[in-house]
C-alpha cells in the first residue's frame, strides 16, 4: 500500500501565484520528510526538507508546514515562478530504516506567464 | 563533473532479451540506490548497497540482479525482459546509510517492445 499520499496530481498556477502540494502519511516512525524536485529528463533533486520537531521550515521562495498530529505536510512555492514548472514529490523516511525513502505519487506543477 | 551517472539514458529491446545498465559516482558516498519510476511517475526503491554490500531488496523479481564492483559502481541486470519491465530506471547514492540525502542520475528510460 501506499505509504505516502499525495495530492493534487496536477496543478496550474499562474505567475507569481502561490503552489500548495499536500502530503499525508500514516507510519508514525517517520522521522524525516523531504520535498523532491524533478525536471523532464533529469532525477529527482532534493529541494527542502523538515523534521517533525518543527512546524515549518522555510528556505526561500519555498515553505513546508508540518502537522504532526494530522500526519500531513505540505509544500507551498510563494511567488511562483516559470522556472518552477516540474513535477514535486514528496517522501518520507524513518531513522534506521537503512535510509529506505516511500515516496508520494508526485505533483506535476506548471505556472503560466 | 556529473555526480551520478548511469548509462544509457535510452535503452529500447525486445521481450526476452538480457539488459544492462550501468551507474557511477563521484561523490565518494557509501550507498547506492536503484529505483523504478512507472509510466505514472511512481518512485519505487528497488535495491541498495552499502559499500558493495546489499542491503535492501524490495519484492523485485529475480530476473533483475544488480551488482556492485566497487562502491562508487552499481549496475543493473535485467534478464529475459518483459512488457511490464518498461519504465525509467534510475540510480542515486546518499553519503551513508543515514545519510537522509538521495542525489540521482538522470535516469535510464527502458522500452520493452
Known amino acids: 500500500q501506499q505509504q505516502v499520499k499525495q495530492s493534487p496530481q496536477s496543478l496550474i498556477v499562474q505567475k507569481g501565484g502561490i503552489s500548495i502540494i499536500n502530503c499525508a502519511y500514516e507510519n508514525t516512525a517517520f522521522d524525516y520528510f523531504p520535498w523532491y524536485q524533478q525536471f523532464p529528463g533529469k532525477g529527482p533533486a532534493l529541494l527542502i526538507a523538515i523534521r517533525p520537531d518543527v512546524s515549518e521550515k522555510k528556505e526561500g521562495r519555498f515553505t513546508i508546514s508540518f502537522n504532526k498530529s494530522a500526519k500531513q505536510f505540505s509544500l507551498h512555492i510563494m511567488d511562483s515562478q516559470p522556472g518552477d514548472s516540474a513535477t514535486y514529490f514528496c517522501a518520507a523516511s524513518s531513522v534506521g530504516n537503512f535510509n529506505k525513502f516511500y515516496f508520494g505519487s508526485g505533483t506535476k506543477l506548471n505556472v503560466k506567464p | 563533473d556529473t555526480a551520478v551517472s548511469q548509462t544509457p539514458k535510452y535503452l529500447v529491446t525486445q521481450m526476452g532479451n538480457d539488459k544492462s545498465i550501468k551507474c557511477e559516482q563521484n561523490?565518494?558516498?557509501?550507498?547506492m540506490y536503484w529505483y523504478k519510476q512507472d509510466s505514472k511517475k511512481f518512485l519505487k526503491i528497488m535495491f541498495s548497497?552499502?559499500?558493495?554490500?546489499?542491503?535492501i531488496n524490495e519484492t523485485v523479481p529475480n530476473r533483475f540482479s544488480p551488482k556492485s564492483p566497487d562502491k562508487a559502481h552499481l549496475n543493473l541486470h535485467i534478464n529475459s525482459l518483459e512488457l511490464g519491465d518498461s519504465a525509467v530506471y534510475f540510480c542515486a547514492s546518499s553519503p551513508s546509510l543515514t545519510g537522509r540525502v538521495l542525489f540521482f542520475g538522470s535516469g535510464t528510460q527502458l522500452s520493452v517492445l
Open positions: 548497497y552499502n559499500n558493495k554490500e546489499l542491503i
Open positions: 561523490l565518494g558516498h557509501d550507498t
